[in-house]
């Protein structure tokens, strides 16, 4: 007698399951199987037994809400109009009325993920991108680096030395003048051609240890810039408390007129007598 594999009854009674929600005793008398065997080995997950659930009950709310649906369109239009001062242009257009409920047509005014205004993180291409007809190749640049020019510039460099190496091989075993002349000509454009690149290195790696300084020091000049905000915002402050007491500030010019004008005669010579 071939021995029975549980394993395999087991995922074909899950998958009933899942689909239809059926329970393990129907299944068996369904399929011929002893359902008092069947339980010792085919075991239904929580998860999938409460998911299967679910299944069968939103079925059969669809089925219900269908049903409804249909019951009530059907009322509609068998329903006459009753009134009989209606006109009979009324009465056309009650004939004439949709079979069909209109829907509303609103939405969530207000969904969870809604963007904010000006947000752009939709638009994957935009600028130049549109005139050219190339998604991969702004793909691929917009993910590159002032770095990565570097490097395939240096790889251009290597690239034309490499060239001319063969030409000069190429210009060694020519034997016509017109090659010679040829390969001079392109010895010459390709001599050109490595030093723009040359030149194009020494650009980038300045570029590189500007910025390089730039984020050293862009810290230090927001703390200056803090530092002195901070500081003439302190100096106003001081100076409207000053102002609104009426209290101005002390010199030595400021003590001696006030002596002056402590004096019997205000400061005034004129009433000093003579001697």
Not at 94 to 122: H, I, L
Not at 161 to 173: I, P
Request: contains cysteine; neutral net charge.
């Amino acid at each position: 007698m071939a021995k029975t594999d549980w394993k395999k009854l087991e995922q074909k009674f899950q998958r009933a399951h899942a689909r239809t929600g059926v329970k393990l005793q129907d299944w068996c008398k369904q399929n011929g199987i002893s359902y008092d065997t069947a339980r010792r080995h085919i075991k239904l997950r929580k998860n999938e037994q409460e998911s299967a659930q679910k299944n069968a009950q939103k079925k059969e709310q669809k089925t219900a809400q269908n049903s409804e649906h249909f019951s009530d369109e059907k009322s509609s239009n068998d329903a006459p109009c009753e009134d009989d001062d209606v006109s009979e242009n009324d009465e056309e257009n009650c004939a004439d009325q949709p079979e069909t409920k209109r829907k509303s047509g609103k939405g969530n005014p207000y969904p969870v993920a809604r963007f904010v205004e000006r947000n752009t993180a939709a638009v994957k291409h935009r600028g130049y991108s549109k005139y050219l007809k190339a998604d991969a190749l702004i793909d691929d640049a917009s993910e590159m680096a002032l770095i990565d020019e570097l490097v395939f510039t240096r790889a251009r460099a290597l690239s034309v030395t490499t060239t001319l190496k063969r030409m000069f091989a190429d210009l060694e075993k020519a034997e016509s003048v017109e090659t010679r002349v040829d390969l001079y000509g392109k010895i010459l454009k390709a001599e050109q051609a490595l030093d723009r690149n040359i030149g194009r290195i020494e650009s980038i790696e300045r570029t590189l240890s500007t910025l390089d300084v730039y984020a050293a020091t862009t810290p230090k000049i927001i703390a200056d810039t803090t530092r002195i905000k901070a500081a003439t915002a302190k100096l106003k402050a001081e100076t409207d408390i000053l102002t609104s007491q009426k209290q101005g500030v002390t010199t030595p010019m400021t003590e001696i007129v006030s002596t002056l004008h402590d004096m019997s005669h205000s400061g005034r010579l004129d009433g000093i007598p003579e001697e």
